[in-house]
């Protein structure tokens, strides 16, 4: 019979991965898929041997998922091991039928011993259903959960940090909470563009230029360059970023989303700047990490109050001519691009 337990989260999975007694079953998820990947791996690693993984280690997932399939899994007893894993991809148990939501309870209740289960929830959301009081009853006393939260900043330049330094690369920390800010900041992203940058970079320390020439900035972080621009008054460069998001095959509406909401940012800068508050308020205020948010409070600063409320009225009346008008909205965007660095002018 499986014992009760106390959820403590991604701590708690690491103290179990280390003495190698994990918990009857858990649930992962949450928006770092790079973590999730990973401590499933170091999971299997503890418990499985490669020897015997096609006996051991069982998958299942939306395409061969059934609860005669899972019980299966669960019961089948270890071959030359002491253990065995079963790991259930993006299944949304409160939406099995009734019959396998009961069954799903019940196997939850009374997990043996030598099975580790394991649910991943990387593009289906996890969802709890409270009213589902039987199969809810049944996690909470018998599931731990871990959610995969993005990371600190302070703990992404850390690890961005070691990775470099594995590829036998230095970079300072401005140079990686740059390069977290124009990737998205997710594990994912980052590894990949860190292998990329290290390989690239001929020298022995990273530099901008060298992030610049081989790392594809995310849409939000383009937005962000092109209101740099504008503030610095380099017009000319803020349209080249609009032609960049053009280029990546983003549609006028979600680029004008994303510059609305860079502007409300700003504008929300301006007022802290105003009551003589600073970027730590910022972030508590739009949630932006600390280097977003110290350069949306110095790009505040080269912009006046009149500038964003005009700013946000431009916005509007573009995305009221994106939604009814037949005009091109390659051309509505330029347009207000044009007319944003025109209230620049006059402040």
Known sequence: MAKPIAASG???????????????????WGEETYLMHYYCEQLQKKLIDPMTE???????????????????SVENLPMMAERTMVQVEE?????????????????????????????TFETVAYKPDKRQKKLWEAIEKNVQTVEFARQSQK?????????????????????????????????????????????????????????DAVTEPVLDAVVFQMTDAMGAGNFALALEKLQTLLKMQQEPIVILGAVSSQLRRISA???L??????????????????????????????????FCAKAAALCVETDYKLKTSFDDGERLLELLILQLAQEVRHG
């Open 10 to 28: 991604l701590q708690q999975l690491k103290q179990d991965i280390k003495a190698k007694t994990p918990k009857p079953c858990y649930i992962f």
């Open 54 to 72: 096609a006996f051991n280690y069982h998958k299942l997932n939306q395409e061969n998922f059934s609860m005669e399939a899972l019980v299966s």
């Open 91 to 119: 299944l949304d148990f409160f939406k099995l039928p009734e019959g396998d939501k009961e069954k799903l309870a019940g196997l939850l209740s009374d997990l043996p011993d030598y099975c580790c289960l394991v649910f």
């Open 155 to 211: 703990d992404l330049i850390a690890w961005v940090s070691r990775h470099f330094l594995s590829n036998k690369k230095s970079i300072s920390s401005d140079l990686c909470a740059y390069l977290i800010e124009i990737t998205g900041g997710t594990m994912t992203a980052l590894s990949g563009e860190i292998d990329k940058i290290s390989a690239f970079c001929p020298g022995d320390e990273i530099t901008k230029s060298c992030i």
């Open 269 to 271: 800068a301006r007022v």
């Open 273 to 306: 700047i105003d009551s003589g508050k600073g970027a730590e308020e910022l972030m508590k205020l739009t949630g932006l990490k600390d280097y977003p948010a110290r350069k949306t409070m110095s790009m505040a600063g080269r912009f006046s109050a009149n």
